[in-house]
């Protein structure tokens, strides 16, 4: 009686593992595709990559130090947005919260509809660039990108100090 109900509780467990196992894998398998285009794009451009970061299988950034330059990818679908950014035509950068407030019965409460670091430039003619690292259009909810907007804001202003 025992081992039916322990083989009972292996299989159960199992039945609840594997698939979460098997989507993971599929997730990380997503993630080095997108990863694999973006280097190749940004090798195709003659840059040389010092930091680089993906995130929501759907962005891509990364900063060649050298040459001042960022490159943004973003993937949606089948199609792909790329923009190269020349880091010598700006003067800081600093992280943009867009939200909206909603009364709830607890309270007001702020809800992020996106996040961005913004490029000031170094010309009071030239316009804010913003860097989309999420779009709550596009994506359920905020999780790994508060910390990266702190870490990309605190390279690129090193970079752009420099």
């Given amino acids: 009686m025992e081992l039916s109900t322990t083989l009972f509780g292996i299989a159960a467990m199992a039945a609840f593992v594997l698939p979460i196992v098997?989507?993971?894998?599929?997730?990380?398998?997503?993630?080095?595709?997108?990863?694999?285009?973006?280097l190749q794009l940004t090798q195709e451009m003659g840059l040389k990559l010092t930091h680089s970061e993906v995130w929501n299988y759907v962005y891509c950034l990364g900063l060649d130090v050298q040459t001042k330059k960022l490159v943004h990818f973003k993937k949606k679908g089948e199609t792909h947005e790329i923009e190269l950014i020349d880091l010598k035509l700006f003067k800081k950068c600093t992280v943009n919260k867009v939200g909206r407030t909603v009364k709830t019965n607890d309270g007001p409460v702020t809800v992020i509809e996106r996040l961005q670091l913004s490029l000031s430039p170094?010309?009071?003619?030239?316009?804010?660039?913003?860097?989309?690292f999420y779009n709550a259009d596009e994506s359920?909810?905020?999780?790994?990108?508060?910390?990266?907007?702190?870490?990309?804001?605190?390279?690129?202003?090193?970079?752009?100090?420099a």
């Fill in 22 to 38: 098997y989507l993971q894998g599929m997730q990380k398998k997503k993630e080095k595709k997108l990863y694999a285009e973006f």
């Fill in 122 to 132: 170094l010309s009071a003619q030239s316009k804010v660039q913003n860097i989309e």
């Fill in 140 to 161: 359920s909810s905020v999780t790994t990108e508060l910390p990266l907007l702190a870490k990309w804001e605190k390279q690129i202003n090193e970079v752009l100090q």
